[in-house]
């Protein structure tokens, strides 16, 4: 697929096939959130994998808007160091929302759909993840192929029209 078409064709995907993800799809997502700007190259981010079913309805309790997390073939936990100060907080989010994003680019282009979920309960994350203090997990990424079927470039876009949108010079 095309990088615009990936783009076109992303989108929030909350129910998958049961199907797994194959090893090498998992590994170039992965590379590419690895390959995402960040603040002075920082990189302030880790991956944690998960693909086993009961770690997967674990995790889908972190959060209440979580459930689909345990029906997904596999989840990214994408986990950062607890922030100094507001501004690190800021760099981090900012971060991360660059390795998400790109990391769901990725998963579109080959044809498999993700799902974005906040995590609330830090306690849970890391007794199901194993990650040690003074870091949190930000995010959970669910990966697999949509249960509607195959993704394709939006027709109908749910977004504001882009003349509504941008604007040149000053508002």
Partial sequence: METWDALRARRNVRRFAAKPVPAEALERILDAGRRAPSAKNWQPWDFVVVTDPSQLSELARVWRGAAYVAHAPAVVALVAPEPRDER??????FDLGQATMTMMVAATDL???TGHASVADQDL???VLGFPR???CAYLLAIGYPAEGDLRPLRRLNRRPLEEVVHY???
């Fill in 169 to 171: 010079g000053r508002w």
């Fill in 134 to 136: 003074g870091r949190f």
């Fill in 111 to 113: 044809g498999l759909g």
């Fill in 88 to 93: 690190e907080s800021q760099l981090i989010q």
């Fill in 125 to 127: 994350a890391r007794s």
